[in-house]
């Protein structure tokens, strides 16, 4: 197994990343920016979600694409955020048009992360900054960005550790690459009661977070929630406290169903690198987008191709959530 160019979503042709943060009230905003309206589903697992625009996505309902994708800090708040990614797409000319003359309309689905009490300045008033950081990220998009607590992970946490921003990605061969992008604010613990050894061990390349690799004894998995009474006392075990969002990206030719599945098979990745994962405190969202530039067969090793791209999906987004605390760990990185 090898990772693309950089490790990191943008190393699908066509997707940017940008951040922007507030440092007084410690919370900002990602935005993945894509080349055109890219194909586009999502898998919802949490039981505590905060979203936009998701059903646009729905396979049943007409548009199934995506202009860009918003993941945010600020919980309800942090929606606005999409308003000026919207806003800063549309004056590029970016978006649908329904008749001659009407301003283009981007289709920006977001999630948002409970990142309010985290000890920053949320007295804003009628002025939450999500708008304003929206816009900003969008303008800073490029194809490196840093990991760690940045962007829409400034304020997030990961059980009683720093959570933040990661990415990762594979090169399957033959072109074909598939990639993820997560910010992680979840309840769960993304390390094993040793505190050291990351649930996601088994699928790191070349030491990319840490290489501390196998546990060296016995792991104790006899508290389903690790550090019950400390997470009650810092309020995190509440409805809506916590999340992990992520985004796949491909570069194939898939349709909105088989994006769909692409989604749905990435939440095992989830799943493997943090414990307990998609509790009734979190709101869990897996995005997953394609960009088309490589064709895939349309025989019955299609479903094998949708299959293998799964499976590399969940392997990627197990490894950005362990890059995710690395990196805030380590302090944010350029990557």
């Not at 993941?71 to 004056?91: E, I």
């Not at 900054?129 to 940045?150: E, K, Q």
């Not at 996601?200 to 977070?209: G, L, R, T, V």
């Not at 006899?222 to 995190?236: A, I, M």
Request: charged residues 15%; negative net charge.
């Amino acid at each position: 197994m090898r990772t693309g160019l950089h490790n990191l979503i943008t190393d699908v042709p066509g997707v940017l990343v940008g951040h922007a943060a507030d440092s007084q009230v410690r919370s900002g905003v990602t935005t993945l920016l894509f080349e055109s309206a890219w194909i586009a589903s999502v898998d919802v697992r949490g039981g505590a979600p905060g979203l936009r625009e998701t059903e646009t996505l729905a396979p049943e309902n007409l548009v199934g694409r995506a202009h860009a994708i918003v993941l945010a800090g600020g919980s309800v708040f942090g929606l606005a955020a999409a308003d000026g990614v919207c806003a800063g797409l549309s004056a590029r000319g970016v978006g649908v048009r329904l008749r001659a003359g009407s301003p283009a309309i981007p289709i920006v689905p977001a999630a948002v992360l409970h990142d309010l009490g985290n000890g920053g300045d949320k007295d804003w008033g009628l002025a939450p900054p999500y708008r304003a950081l929206g816009l900003t990220s969008l303008h800073s998009a490029a194809t490196t960005f840093s990991l760690g607590s940045v962007g829409a992970g400034t304020g997030a946490m990961a059980g009683l550790l720093k959570g933040g921003i990661g990415s990762a990605s594979l090169d399957l061969g033959n072109g074909l690459i598939v990639a993820a992008l997560v910010a992680v604010n979840c309840v769960g613990s993304a390390v094993m009661p040793d505190g050291r050894t990351f649930w996601a061990w088994p699928f790191e390349i070349d030491a990319e977070f840490g290489g501390h690799g196998a546990p060296t004894g016995p792991i104790d998995v006899s508290e389903p929630v690790p550090q019950e009474s400390r997470l009650r006392d810092l309020g995190r075990l509440q409805t809506g406290a916590n999340t992990t969002l992520g985004v796949i990206a491909c570069n194939a030719t898939l349709a909105n169903v088989e994006c769909k599945r692409l989604a749905i098979m990435a939440q095992d990745g989830l799943a493997r690198a943090i414990r307990p994962a998609h509790t009734p405190f979190d709101g869990d969202t897996v995005f997953a987008v394609a960009g088309g530039a490589l064709e895939l067969p349309a025989s019955e090793a299609r479903a094998a191709q949708i299959a293998r791209l799964g499976s590399a999906a969940a392997d990627c987004l197990s490894r950005a959530i362990a890059r995710a605390v690395h990196g805030s760990a380590a302090g944010a990185s350029s990557s």
